[in-house]
């Protein structure tokens, strides 16, 4: 399903004229599995919104590793912190599917910004957010093994995608390696804390999907 630009949670309840006016000053772009998006280093002009599909952020240490910041999904936006700052962009960006994005003109959110509460409003809390996330990583890493950071994504991903109750089903999940550098981790481990939610009935994996059996169980971090 293809996110429209009055689906985004930045432009909700504008007029209509008013998004006709955005919407004609966007691209759209539709970018193949593995391909790039954005480049680290890149200057930050435009702010981007993914209408479909899934975006990775990612950055690579001095040795080669990969390590992925966030999976972007359907109607949230990025590259508006370079937008904002006018500093380069932070963070590479591959289509981790085959995925569709609109490209806004950085001037015109920064104009948005500034004549349009609501738009300014929404973008704050959108900044808001990333603290909050950025927060909340850092103590998941600090505190928590990797089966407790394991199931703090998952709850995270159902969330995103429905309401957290008995027999939800994830779709359209990352792999294991990406999963593994997300909750900073390896693929081996992540397959193991895998295993051993399946054994315990917390959850029924299989290829890029996995049920979620119970909810509750799941929440439980420090259940061995």
Request: glycine share 10%; aromatic share 4%.
């Amino acid at each position: 399903m293809l996110i429209q630009l009055c689906d985004l949670d930045w432009f909700q309840g504008l007029p209509a004229p008013e998004l006709d006016r955005i919407q004609a000053a966007c691209l759209r772009r539709s970018f193949e599995q593995g391909q790039r998006i954005i480049e680290r280093g890149e200057p930050g002009q435009t702010v981007l919104f993914v209408l479909s599909g899934h975006v990775l952020a990612v950055q690579w240490t001095e040795g080669g590793r990969e390590i992925v910041y966030k999976d972007i999904g359907p109607g949230a936006p990025f590259g508006e912190l370079s937008v904002i700052s006018g500093a380069p962009r932070s963070l590479s960006l591959y289509a981790r599917t085959d995925c569709t994005v609109l490209e806004m003109p950085g001037p015109l959110l920064l104009e948005l910004i500034d004549t349009r509460p609501e738009v300014r409003q929404a973008v704050m809390r959108g900044l808001v957010r990333c603290v909050y996330d950025l927060t909340e990583r850092v103590q998941e890493l600090t505190v928590l093994g990797v089966e407790d950071r394991l199931r703090a994504y998952l709850l995270r991903t159902a969330l995103e995608q429905g309401e957290l109750k008995p027999g939800l089903t994830l779709g359209n999940l990352p792999t294991h390696a990406v999963i593994a550098n997300i909750v900073g981790a390896n693929r081996e481990a992540i397959s193991r804390s895998l295993a051993a939610l399946n054994r315990r009935g917390v959850i029924q994996s299989g290829r890029r999907f996995l049920r979620i059996l119970k909810p509750d169980a799941l929440m439980r971090l420090d259940e061995g």
